[in-house]
């Protein structure tokens, strides 16, 4: 009784406890789902045989799969969905629009268009090449939005539907530069429907600093995030320097929607779910959101990488096109919530 009576007169305690308790969950699920990714596809490998691939390579078949395909595949499936949980949970509380990601807003084709400008019209294939040009791309796109929503009004809607256009201009345009061109298409044809498959863990050592930049980012203003939610007089008066806390959004969600669509191509509605299922965890507080979010990103981004390993084995499903069809119930639900938009 005593303890009981301590605990209700002392939320905060309680509050803590469960914060501890999700990342203690969090974290064993994210090393569950990476095993799950390095051991499960079109044939089954024992945990032993990939800690042989590392550690004792001899080279045979069975270890170059792992070495070839599951590491990098696993590895990237990490990077991309911390990359997209965070940037959607950025640009959540930036906005405090429920329904802004780097999808919906226009980040994602925005650097997809660039990437299709540096390939099809300028012939560039090497990836740092093509990183600079999706981190620009991205960069516009964010801006661009962010400036059409605020001659609108800056509303939750007004944003939400300048992202969709300035996505279906920019996602048109993409089509057209890759079908104008035969060998774009060829090369663009895997990249566009967000796969892993073929990435070379070589080109971790331009996207690892570049995402891990952007999560510091994010991490960074989350307090601040907080501190916005109550509105820009709000939080200004509060002593939060509205001008850089934006800048320094729009700079980590750039690093990180960029980055992830550079190197797994488009992955749709992530940066959407993620940040919504990590809020019915944790509450309203970005300082949890954002990085539960990541979490939550990297673990149904290497899970849904698997499932499309086995579903049409000996065929694969690029990881893209599974996160269309497990976000269409999730939009279907959160379009029955009452004010969907607003957070």
């Known amino acids: 009784m005593t303890s009981l009576a301590r605990t209700r007169r002392d939320p905060s305690r309680s509050s803590a406890g ?25 044939k089954l490998v024992g945990i032993d045989s990939v800690i042989d691939a590392i550690v ?88 661009g939005v962010v400036l059409l929503g605020s001659a609108g009004g800056g509303s939750p809607v007004t944003l939400v539907l300048a992202g969709v256009a300035l996505a279906a201009v920019l996602g048109g345009l993409t089509t057209a530069l890759v079908l104008l061109n035969p060998h774009a298409f060829l090369q663009m044809r895997s990249w ?44 200004a008066a509060l002593g939060v320097r509205i001008g850089p806390l934006r800048t320094g959004a729009v700079a980590s969600v750039t690093l990180l929607a960029g980055t992830a669509t550079a190197v797994a191509g488009p992955v749709a509605f992530l940066g959407l779910a993620a940040p919504h299922i990590a809020r019915g965890i944790v509450g309203s507080s970005q300082k949890a959101i954002v990085p539960l979010a990541a979490v939550i990103g990297a673990i149904v981004v290497v899970l849904g990488d698997v499932v499309g390993r086995v579903v049409i084995a000996p065929q694969e499903v690029p990881v893209g096109i599974v996160m269309a069809f497990v976000a269409a119930p999730f939009l279907i639900w959160i379009g029955r919530r009452r004010n969907p938009v607003q957070l």
């Open 192 to 235: 566009e429907s967000g796969a892993l498959a073929g990435r070379d863990l070589s080109i971790l050592t331009v996207a690892g600093p570049t995402i891990a930049v952007g999560l510091v980012l994010a991490f960074a203003i989350t307090r601040s995030l907080d501190v916005l939610a109550l509105g820009d007089d709000t939080a």
């Open 18 to 42: 469960r914060v501890a308790l999700v990342v203690v969950l969090a974290a064993v699920a994210l090393v569950v789902a990476a095993g799950i990714g390095l051991t499960v596809g079109t």
């Open 56 to 143: 004792r390579f001899d080279g045979s078949d069975l270890q170059l799969v792992v070495r070839e395909s599951r590491i990098p595949r696993t590895v990237f499936g990490l990077l991309v969905g911390l990359s997209l949980g965070a940037a959607g949970a950025v640009m959540q509380g930036l906005t405090r629009n429920a329904l802004a990601d780097p999808g919906i807003l226009g980040v994602n084709a925005g650097a997809s268009v660039a990437v299709a400008v540096a390939v099809a019209a300028l012939g560039i294939h090497d990836f740092p090449a093509l990183m600079a040009a999706a981190l620009t791309g991205a960069l516009v796109a964010t801006i």
